[in-house]
């Protein structure tokens, strides 16, 4: 098992530079059991009983089949599943092996926070406290900014003999998070003192910070070193950085020249890199250029949920009404499953117009084919609502939230851009307190009010 994959960070930090998305419903051969798993957000039910299950009829079940299980649903941000899987594989005294621990603890700080993460680390076994367990708590420091904690962990790794060239990016994630770019090429210069091997995500920080320091010469002069030392690294991802930085610095005919070489090393079963196309040349502007990969994509089935979204937000991102009513129509009609994304796309954009009927026909048709209750769509209404100083609307969403929240998803409570938004108008078009009014709206409808205050 491959540790840079399953604890660094940087996939996610990945993403968002080069506006790279997974495809969250990519077939598997494991159908059986991950298709019960996977389902359970919809379904209910716990991983406990439905593992139970699946034992008790009588079905195979093997170790690396559940650790492949973990490793997607971590791919897709399960992290409770995941950790559940873990603690039941544990619990039928499943060996581990010393990377497990080192995934158990990553699940144990994205689930219960870095404090549970820490007290995990100390109580495992001498053995299971290797440079598996220490990266994955140095990544947990980086993930949460934790810049004291992350040096003195990375410094008691050193004194360990522990420090890869994953601890260094992460340090260097850690720094351009925190807009310290200028100490970025210092850490790649320790590795290089080190000998230690660049990975192809340690270039791409690299290149990312040195952007941000509109440095774009020294950006080319990477790209041109990355070619000449790690040439086999140089593939479509790379690609998709360099697009996502020319597009930033609004270099537009060199961010298509990368797209172009996107698209040269890209095979029609990489669903992931069409989505990054699809969201890069929106990012350009050319609508042609994306209804274009989206009809390349198309043409190998299966068009997923994560397909159609990934489309539906490149058109709103390039305001193409038309496009995203066809789109979205052209999902209703064929999905097997309807996700809610999806529609938030659809209304955003409905509304972002000021379409208003429109997006209120979307919501209600939705409404009723959907599972749960669309509590963040109706945020997008109180939003809209507030904004154009209609109260009315906003409180009537906000209370039918409050009354599906209870019935259907007890958890949620609004969100703090909405409660701001609220507070914001009571301050500017009212002489009454804002959270006065809101508690009162929380008391009518049962809702605990305790937070707001």
Known sequence: MNYARLISGGGRFLRRLCTVV?????????????????????????????????????????????ERIVVELRKYHRFQHALEIMEWMEMRKINFSLNDYAVQLD??????????AENFFSGLPPRAKNKYTYGALLNCYCKELMTDKALDHFKKMDELGYVTNLAFTNLMSLFARLGQYSKV???????????????????????????????????????????????????????????????????????????????????????????????????????GEVHRIWKALKSVPPVTNFSYLTMLSSLRKLNDIEGIAKCFKEWESSCSSYDPRLVTVCVSAYLNQNMVEEAISIFKESSKRSKRPLLRIRELFMKFFLEKHQLDGAVSHLEAALSEAKDGDGEWRPSPQVVSAFLKYYE????????????????????DDSWIK
């Not at 419903?25 to 389902?39: F, N, T």
């Not at 699940?107 to 549970?116: E, F, R």
């Not at 040439?231 to 060199?254: C, F, H, M, R």
Request: charged residues 25%.
């Open 428 to 447: 500017e078009e009212t002489d009454v307190d804002g959270v006065n009014e809101l508690c009162k709206i929380l008391k009518a409808n049962n809702f």
């Open 107 to 116: 699940l144990v700080s994205k689930t219960k926070g870095v404090i549970a």
């Open 185 to 287: 090429p210092e850490l790649v210069h320790r590795i290089k003192q080190r000998n230690l091997p660049m990975s192809a995500f340690t270039y791409y920080v690299w290149m990312n910070s040195c952007a941000s320091l509109n440095d774009l010469d020294e950006v080319e002069r990477i790209y041109e070193e990355m070619k000449r030392v790690d040439g086999d690294k140089v593939n479509w991802q790379a690609y998709s950085n360099l697009a996502a930085i020319y597009t930033k610095a609004k270099d537009l005919e060199k961010a298509e020249m990368m797209l172009k070489l996107l698209e040269n090393e890209v095979k029609p079963s990489q669903r992931d890199a069409y989505h990054c196309l699809l969201s890069l040349y929106a990012g350009t502007g050319n609508l």
């Open 22 to 66: 997974t495809d969250v419903e990519r077939p598997m051969k494991r159908v059986g059991l991950y298709q019960r798993l996977s389902a359970l957000d919809i379904t209910g039910g716990s991983v406990w009983q439905t593992l139970n299950q699946y034992v008790l009829e009588g079905k195979a079940m093997g170790k690396p089949e559940l």
